[in-house]
C-alpha cells in the first residue's frame, strides 16, 4: 500500500533557508501535496505539484520531485518565526475524489 | 471565497450525550470530508463524499453518523462516544475528479481544503 515518510523534526535560524523532506513509496502517485498546521488550527494547503513537473516555485517555496527516487522536498526561503508549524507531505493516486495519504509530519522550529 | 468552516469550535460531551458537528462550503466543491486528528499525529480519513453520496466509509464504527443534506453541508452525529474518540475533527472539501464536473472545464486540481476543525473531548 502507500506509505509517505518525513522527517519528524527540523529546527532552523530565522532567515535561513528551510528544507523538509518526504519519501513516497506508490509510483502511481500523480498529485503531491504539502499542508501546514499551526497549534490548534486545520490544515493549511501550501502548494501542490502534478507527478509531471519537476519543480514548481512560489514565491518563498519551492518543490523539489524526483520521481525516480519517489523524494519530494519543501524549501521555505528567509525563514520566518511564523513559518514554525507541522509540515504534511501528502499524496493521492489520481483525481477522483478519495484517500490522501498523508505523512506523519516535520514539525518546524525556527530560532531567532 | 475559499474557506471550509466547522461548528462549534469545540464540544465536550459525555459518553451517553448526542451531538452534531457541522461543516460547510461555498466553493462549489462537490466532494467532503470527515478527518479524525490526534495530537501530533496525521489527519486519519474516515469518510468521503461525492455528489452528495458516501463514496468511503474507512471502518468507522457506528457511533459515528456522517449526513451530506446537501452540496455545501457536511454533518457528523455522534452518538455514545468513548474517551479515545476525543480528537480533533477535521472537515475538507475539493473538486471530486475526473468526472462531470471537470470535464464541463472546472478546475483541474483536486487539492483538499480544510476547515479549522472542531476539539471533542468525551468525558
Known amino acids: 500500500g502507500e506509505d509517505v515518510e518525513q522527517s519528524l523534526f527540523l529546527s532552523v535560524r530565522e532567515g535561513d533557508s528551510s528544507v523538509i523532506n518526504c519519501t513516497y513509496t506508490?509510483?502511481?502517485?500523480?498529485?503531491l501535496y504539502w499542508y501546514k498546521q499551526e497549534p490548534g488550527a486545520g490544515l493549511q494547503l501550501l502548494t501542490y505539484?502534478?507527478?509531471?513537473?519537476d519543480m514548481k516555485q512560489d514565491q518563498r517555496l519551492t518543490v523539489l520531485l524526483n520521481k525516480k527516487d519517489k523524494h519530494l522536498s519543501l524549501r521555505i526561503a528567509d525563514t520566518q518565526t511564523g513559518d514554525s508549524a507541522i509540515y504534511f507531505c501528502?499524496?493521492?493516486?489520481?483525481?477522483?475524489?478519495?484517500?490522501?495519504?498523508f505523512g506523519d509530519g516535520t514539525t518546524l522550529t525556527v530560532k531567532p | 471565497d475559499t474557506e471550509v468552516t466547522q461548528t462549534p469550535k469545540h464540544l465536550v460531551m459525555g459518553m451517553t450525550n448526542k451531538k452534531s458537528l457541522k461543516c460547510e462550503q461555498h466553493?462549489?466543491?462537490?466532494?467532503m470530508y470527515w478527518y479524525k486528528q490526534k495530537a501530533k499525529k496525521p489527519p486519519e480519513l474516515m469518510f468521503v463524499?461525492?455528489?452528495?453520496?458516501?463514496?468511503i466509509n474507512e471502518s468507522v464504527p457506528s457511533r459515528f453518523s456522517p449526513e451530506c443534506p446537501n452540496s455545501s453541508l457536511l454533518n457528523l452525529h455522534l452518538h455514545a462516544l468513548q474517551p479515545e474518540d476525543s480528537a480533533l475533527y477535521l472537515c475538507?472539501?475539493?473538486?471530486?475528479?475526473?468526472?462531470?464536473?471537470?470535464?464541463?472545464?472546472?478546475?483541474?486540481?483536486?487539492?483538499?481544503?480544510f476547515g479549522p476543525g472542531t476539539r471533542l473531548t468525551v468525558t
Open positions: 475538507a472539501s475539493s473538486h471530486p475528479g475526473l468526472d462531470r464536473v471537470s470535464l464541463a472545464g472546472g478546475a483541474n486540481s483536486y487539492e483538499q481544503y
Open positions: 463524499y461525492s455528489y452528495e453520496k458516501l463514496s
Open positions: 506508490d509510483s502511481s502517485s500523480t498529485y
Open positions: 501528502a499524496e493521492s493516486i489520481g483525481p477522483r475524489a478519495g484517500k490522501s495519504t
Open positions: 505539484i502534478f507527478s509531471n513537473m
Open positions: 466553493m462549489g466543491h462537490r466532494a
